[in-house]
């Protein structure tokens, strides 16, 4: 017997997969004095090396006449990684925002993936700061997802020395080096702008009422007024 087998399909066709294959089934041939054989192959699985692997068979039969046919195995993983959350909640802080918890996606062939920013922190810019993670799978397959961050100061600023009120004689300084300056802090300001503002009730004679308000306002236009009354006698 010198006539090798004949394969029963000229062609094998192409099996594909996204992540791996872990078996394939084996072809067959014919032989002349063996009949039906079944192909034998040498290659390992799983496959999971992403892009065509080649498969040999080897058809033998019983007098060690041998052919063989190769098949393609094509792993080519197309599916991009797919966000645990539909949507990110939004993030919100008075003055600025040091870090974000990293959200996840799940990818089919990589499994759970966390999300990459280019975001510079901290956030400080008052208003909306959308924040796109990225999730990209060991193949270079990528989706992404928008959070928003939400800067929003909403804190009036809050006096520290508040300058008493006081009755003083018609001839005394009402000016603010005698009677006092007020100071205040913010949340997130350093630098409050204080400013005062002066209204006048006369009464009889030399008496009168000084109404001295006091307005203390951050840099993001929150303020808080204080009172000073100045009776004048």
């Given at each position: 017997d010198t006539t090798?087998?004949?394969?029963?399909?000229?062609?094998?066709?192409?099996?594909?997969?996204?992540?791996?294959?872990?078996?394939?089934?084996?072809?067959t041939a014919t032989d002349n004095c063996s009949g039906s054989i079944?192909?034998?192959?040498?290659?390992?699985?799983?496959i999971t090396a992403q892009g065509i692997t080649v498969v040999?068979?080897?058809?033998?039969?019983?007098?060690?006449?041998?052919?063989?046919?190769?098949?393609?195995?094509?792993?080519?993983?197309?599916?991009?990684?797919?966000?645990?959350?539909?949507?990110?909640?939004?993030?919100?802080a008075q003055c600025s925002l040091d870090t974000l918890t990293a959200p996840t996606a799940t990818d089919n062939c990589s499994g759970s993936i966390t999300g990459n920013t280019t975001t510079t922190f901290p956030i400080t810019a008052q208003g909306i700061t959308v924040v796109t993670w990225t999730y990209e799978d060991a193949?270079?397959?990528?989706?992404?997802?928008?959070?928003?961050?939400?800067?929003?100061?909403?804190?009036?600023?809050?006096?520290?020395?508040?300058?008493?009120?006081?009755?003083?004689?018609?001839?005394?300084?009402?000016?603010?080096?005698?009677?006092?300056?007020?100071?205040?802090n913010d949340n997130c300001d350093t630098s409050i702008t204080v400013a005062y503002a002066d209204s006048t009730a006369a009464g009889t004679g030399n008496n009168s009422i000084i109404t001295r308000v006091w307005t203390a306002t951050d840099d993001n236009s929150n303020s808080t007024t204080y009172t000073q009354t100045i009776t004048v006698v």
């Open positions: 090798v087998p004949v394969a029963d399909l000229v062609t094998l066709a192409d099996v594909t997969a996204q992540c791996s294959l872990d078996t394939l089934t084996a072809p079944t192909g034998n192959t040498t290659t390992t699985f799983p040999t068979w080897t058809y033998e039969d019983a007098n060690g006449n041998i052919t063989t046919q190769n098949q393609n195995v094509v792993i080519e993983d197309t599916t991009v990684p797919v966000a645990d959350l539909v949507t990110l909640a939004d993030v919100t193949n270079g397959n990528i989706t992404t997802q928008n959070q928003n961050v939400i800067i929003e100061d909403t804190t009036d600023p809050v006096f520290t020395t508040s300058p008493a009120s006081v009755t003083v004689q018609c001839d005394s300084d009402t000016t603010t080096s005698a009677l006092g300056t007020a100071e205040a």
